[in-house]
């Protein structure tokens, strides 16, 4: 969960490292690179998670999200 008004701190993980995130409830933003991504509730996204990135919650509501991240050794 990210609470109203709040955000993650900036990840960055080792070259090859996959990540998906699912929009359960509510809605949020992703930041790759400095670019902003806008999910909403039912949809997602993939990206290289040797990227910095960064979830955020602008919203008055909870977002809810499904994260699965994915090492290139698997």
């Known amino acids: 969960n ?3 008004k709040s ?3 900036i990840e960055q993980y080792k070259h090859g490292t996959e990540r998906f995130a699912y929009a ?3 809605s949020y933003e992703v930041v790759i ?3 902003v991504f806008s999910i909403k509730k039912g949809t ?3 990206f290289e998670a040797s990227a910095p ?3 955020n919650n602008p919203n008055k509501d909870i977002a809810s999200i499904l994260c699965v991240t994915s090492p290139s050794s698997l």
């Open 53 to 55: 990135h960064q979830f």
């Open 44 to 46: 997602s996204i993939y």
């Open 24 to 26: 359960l409830k509510g």
């Open 2 to 4: 990210i609470k109203p």
């Open 7 to 9: 955000k993650t701190q």
């Open 33 to 35: 690179n400095k670019k």
